[in-house]
């Protein structure tokens, strides 16, 4: 069985533990300033408001936006990559197109402002 243990001051979850049994939790389990959870369902940094876990949202960082950016980027030419065949002809639109997404990230310095082209 899953148990939440909690920082006494903030209730927050500090430490997640298995016991065989909610009623004889091993003491080293629970270190100074904390307690046992009521309530077990909770994640590392949740925080116990009395009735439910407030869960904590990590707000993604600049350089995680820019690597999704490039991730995306990259799928988006990789879906065009049969276009550029020395044996298909490709349509100016085609390559405007698959420059576009190459220019990304570099065409802009704001990971929340990138708009991708629309593919023709």
């Not at 044996?87 to 065409?107: C, G, K, V």
Request: hydrophobic share 30%; aromatic share 6%.
């Amino acid at each position: 069985m899953k148990i939440c243990i909690l920082n006494k001051t903030t209730n927050v979850v500090e430490n997640i533990c298995e016991v065989d049994d909610i009623n004889n939790v091993p003491s080293f389990l629970i270190g100074e300033g904390q307690v046992l959870a009521t309530d077990h369902t909770g994640k590392i940094e949740d925080t116990w408001n009395g009735s439910s876990y407030d869960t904590t949202v990590e707000e993604e960082t600049d350089e995680q936006k820019w690597i999704n950016i490039r991730e995306t980027r990259n799928l988006l030419l990789s879906h065009t990559d049969f276009y550029a065949l020395s044996d298909s002809t490709l349509t100016n639109e085609m390559q405007t197109y698959r420059q576009q997404l190459r220019d990304l990230p570099a065409s802009t310095s704001n990971p929340n402002d990138v708009v991708f082209p629309t593919k023709p």
